[in-house]
């Protein structure tokens, strides 16, 4: 496949969400596989439902998610520079662009201008709704004789400018995704494609806009599959060859329902707040809809590029289960290298200043125990509370007594006289132990639960050899030399 160009063409009125991040990653999926070029092109024309914010949102999420774009605007400054020479690619800055194409829509009567008020298509509308019709442009204007057309432009009339769809015939293309797709041209809406404010709507800057950026490919969410045949008719107006189209999946939630933030969907770069992985997002979105066949869940994202097959989209809608994503997020903290977890964590801890090492071993003491790494404070507050507060009866073993939590803190005591800084790693201290253990008789239980508490102040904590080995001999040596002393002052059973 040669030449190949896609999009991903956000609209800023709102931040980006994870069925838009699901539409970047297949259309960079899809340039990437075949050697083409991924574009980023911002729709800016609805102005009443701008959001500032959105549009840094939009760059960051992308950026933070590895989805780099070829041409674009530049993250840097993305209203006055581009990277690429099809830009500007912030349709608000092409709004000449448009309006010359409709110059020629209307030469060849392939639009036309409509002076309905918004009380008229108000009015319209709900008389549709009541006799229980679709709602639909009636076609008043476009029955208007050139004359009184020209009268009303000379006056200043307020206008739009409307598509002349056939009201005849059947139009059929062949979705990628889909196959043959078949839409009766009388239930296709004269949709308006430049407002009364001289910006253009969706529709038209979209077709314009993908003819002279040379998009081969539009791969897209479903909700714009209806939006189709009105794009088709723009291009054979325009007397333009279409792009091949493929039209996403929906993503529901786990109720079958639309997906909201009750399923635990969230706008896409919230999941770095909340502990996600970039990799483990982007792993488990991929499979939101694309099969790749065999029972395989794990993918690097060359792994997903090298994979990647439109074809093998499906049509059926995807199910999004937040506990899924959960426990992707959870296997990749448990097989990432620490060097490159610690990174992602730093954020999360309170201890600023602690070094590469400790926080890699940090993290591997604890991540067999979370899902995300917002859970780091609950699992790893042994390490960052300098003096942790526990109930002195948790020192006792079930079954035991003061007496058996007393025996096995001076046992754990005499061995940790013994070691020195050198030897203290998990390794050495697993051993060490479980032999002493072993030796003494005793069961395993009575010496490492007091030695749990004491050096995590919880009955449930990370493995307790791990966390010895983050905390070091001499932290270690004195929360046991504490314990002792808050066992000796527990009353007799």
């Not at 990277?83 to 409709?102: C, E, L, M, N, W």
């Not at 610690?342 to 309170?350: L, N, Q």
Request: proline residues 6%; positive net charge.
């Amino acid at each position: 496949m040669k030449n190949v160009r896609v999009r991903f063409a956000p609209s800023p009125t709102g931040f980006l969400h994870i069925g838009g991040l699901r539409t970047a990653l297949f259309n960079y999926l899809f340039a990437k596989k075949h050697g083409g070029t991924f574009i980023l092109r911002i729709e800016d024309t609805d102005a009443a439902r701008y959001v500032p914010e959105s549009l840094a949102n939009i760059i960051e999420a992308l950026q933070w998610y590895g989805l780099i774009w070829d041409e674009g605007p530049d993250p840097l400054d993305p209203f006055e520079k581009s990277i690429g020479d099809a830009g500007p690619y912030i349709q608000s800055k092409r709004k000449k662009i448009y309006q010359t194409h409709v110059s020629e829509l209307l030469e060849r009567s392939a639009a036309y201008p409509c002076f309905c008020t918004t009380e008229r298509l108000d009015s319209l509308r709900k008389k549709q709704a009541s006799e229980k019709q679709t709602p639909r442009y009636d076609g008043l204007c476009r029955a208007l004789n050139p004359s009184e057309v020209k009268s009303r432009l000379v006056s200043g009339t307020s206008h739009t400018i409307r598509l002349r769809v056939p009201t005849e015939g059947s139009l059929t293309f062949r979705d990628m995704i889909r196959g043959e797709v078949t839409f009766e041209c009388a239930t296709i809406d004269d949709q308006v494609l430049l407002k009364s404010d001289g910006f253009p709507t969706y529709h038209l800057a979209n077709v314009v806009d993908d003819h002279l950026m040379n998009i081969s490919h539009v791969i897209r969410a479903e909700e714009w599959l209806p939006s189709t045949p009105k794009h088709i008719l723009l291009y054979k107006a325009l007397e333009w060859t279409p792009p091949f189209f493929a039209h996403l999946p929906m993503i529901l939630g786990s109720d079958r329902t639309k997906l909201s933030k009750r399923h635990g969907a969230e706008p896409a770069l919230e999941y770095r707040q909340r502990g996600f992985l970039p990799q483990a997002v982007i792993n488990y979105i991929a499979l939101l809809g694309w099969n790749p066949g065999g029972d395989r869940e794990f993918f690097t994202l060359n792994q997903l590029t090298n994979g990647f097959s439109i074809e093998k989209v499906n049509k059926a809608p995807s199910i999004f289960d937040i506990q899924k994503m959960r426990w992707t997020n959870a296997s990749y903290l448990r097989t990432m290298e620490p060097n490159r977890l610690a990174p992602f964590a730093r954020k999360f801890i309170t201890d600023k200043e602690i070094s590469d090492e400790k926080l890699a071993n940090l993290l591997v003491s604890i991540r067999d125990r979370i899902e995300t790494l917002e859970e780091i404070g609950e699992w790893g507050s042994y390490f960052f509370q300098k003096d942790i507060a526990y109930d002195p009866a948790l020192l006792i073993p079930a079954p035991g007594t003061k007496e058996t939590a007393l025996v096995a803190l001076i046992f754990v005591s005499e061995v940790l006289e013994k070691m020195n800084d050198e030897d203290f790693t998990e390794p050495v201290l697993r051993d060490l132990f479980v032999n002493r253990i072993k030796s003494s008789g005793k069961k395993n239980g009575e010496i490492l639960w007091p030695l749990r508490v004491a050096i995590s102040g919880k009955k449930a904590s990370p493995d307790v050899f791990a966390m010895m080995a983050v905390l070091g001999r001499e932290v270690v040596t004195q929360r046991v030399a504490t314990a002792l002393i808050l066992a000796q002052g527990l009353k007799k059973a």
